[in-house]
């Protein structure tokens, strides 16, 4: 990898709320954003309803678990934003790079994410406030 991480595009915007169905009245019913891809990520303790906006998506976040980094999110912030995600070709590069920056990363080594993706978050106080996610797609 050269001096600088190449960043594919923003996949997603990540949304906390408490229910998933609830929010839906909202982003389907009034903004005509039907749901696609819904899973739930055991390793997250997390249900996610994927809503596609162009080339890039929405992802509303249900914890499954109140201990959950979104159930915890949720008690101390209430819904909202939670998260930004870039697609990157490849995350472990991407870890590798910002690490040797000195910025401080939740997950040093990628994790399974939802759809059979790679995925690492970087903390908000390295990303001036924000939680940013790196996604690397699999393999097709």
């Known amino acids: 990898m050269s001096d600088s991480l190449r960043v594919n ?3 997603h915007i990540g949304i906390a709320v408490r229910s998933i169905q609830e929010a839906l009245a909202f982003w389907d019913r009034g903004l005509g954003l039907a749901p696609g891809h819904m899973e739930e990520v055991p390793a997250q303790k997390v249900r996610v309803a994927f809503l596609q906006v162009g080339e890039s998506h929405l992802e509303l976040l249900e914890p499954t678990s109140q201990d959950s980094p979104v ?4 008690a101390n912030h209430g819904e909202g934003m939670h998260h930004i995600c870039l697609e990157v070709p490849d995350v472990q590069a991407a870890l590798r790079h910002l690490g040797s920056l000195g910025l401080q990363l ?4 990628p994790r399974p994410g939802s759809g059979g993706s790679l995925v690492a978050f970087v903390h908000p106080k390295s990303a001036h406030g924000v939680l940013l996610e790196l996604m690397q797609k699999p393999k097709t």
């Open 9 to 11: 595009k923003v996949d």
């Open 71 to 74: 159930g915890k999110f949720l």
């Open 106 to 109: 939740i997950d040093p080594m």
